[in-house]
């Protein structure tokens, strides 16, 4: 198994511009999710899903949005990226609601 | 609102020496509540995990973690650590009644001296 693999490792994007961070598992969990981490900060909840077709807002979810069509894929898409969303962003996945969360190995997005 | 901190930004020990993290947490209910791992330029990778019964847990790597519910602390230990040890720690408490959806705390860095 993979595991969660994310794509791209980096990306520079200009203030405006969108762009799509893919995310996939390939252990057939239920659950994903999307996180950021700030420098200095912990993970803050962007989006979760609970199963394809089903999405729900984390913590900070303003200026994202997801969508999950197949159990195995979570895209997560900025539309008008902002300094402010500079981060590093972390997919993560489950079996169950209980179960450990796997996580990916991260995208550190810059928006200058 | 339910909320995680963790005291400590950043601990040294020397290796051999034994190791205490702490973590206290904000949470109406009985919490699950994780400890995870980071290493440089790596996603996050569970320690241990409590959701109930014995208050100690055992976990990998030689980690171990006691709840108690009095101090709302879930405070991470090792007898003796290891250089392949540093690395950045986070304690997470289960945020909505056991949904999936973590709160995170700010994370200890750890640095082990030779």
């Known amino acids: 198994n993979a595991g969660v693999t994310q794509t791209p490792k980096f990306r520079i994007l200009k203030i405006g511009q969108s762009m799509t961070l893919q995310c996939t598992q390939d252990?057939?969990?239920?659950?994903m999710y999307w996180y950021r981490q700030d420098p200095g900060m912990g993970l803050k909840l962007i989006y979760y899903?609970?199963?394809?077709?089903?999405?729900d807002k984390g913590e900070v979810p303003n200026g994202y949005n997801v969508s999950r069509s197949t159990t195995e894929d979570f895209p997560l898409r900025l539309e008008l990226a902002a300094p402010s969303q500079t981060s590093v962003y972390f997919c993560?996945?489950?079996?169950?609601?209980?179960?450990?969360?796997?996580f990916g190995p991260g995208t550190r997005l810059t928006v200058l | 609102a339910q909320s995680v901190t963790q005291p400590d930004i950043h601990i040294t020990v020397s290796e051999g020496a034994s190791l205490e993290l702490r973590c206290n947490y904000s949470y109406g209910a009985t919490p699950y509540l994780f400890w995870y791992v980071q290493s440089p330029g790596q996603g996050l990778q569970l320690l241990l995990k409590y959701f109930s019964g014995d208050t100690l847990v055992q976990g990998i790597k030689g980690f171990e973690a006691e709840f108690k519910r009095s101090q709302s602390s879930f405070n991470l230990r090792k007898p003796s650590v290891h250089w392949s040890d540093a690395a950045e720690y986070f304690c997470?408490?289960?945020?909505?009644?056991?949904?999936?959806?973590?709160?995170f705390g700010q994370g200890t860095t750890l640095q082990v001296k030779p």
């Open positions: 993560a996945s489950s079996y169950l609601v209980t179960d450990t969360q796997y």
């Open positions: 899903s609970v199963g394809a077709g089903i999405t």
């Open positions: 252990m057939n969990h239920n659950y």
């Open positions: 997470a408490v289960d945020g909505s009644g056991n949904t999936g959806k973590l709160i």
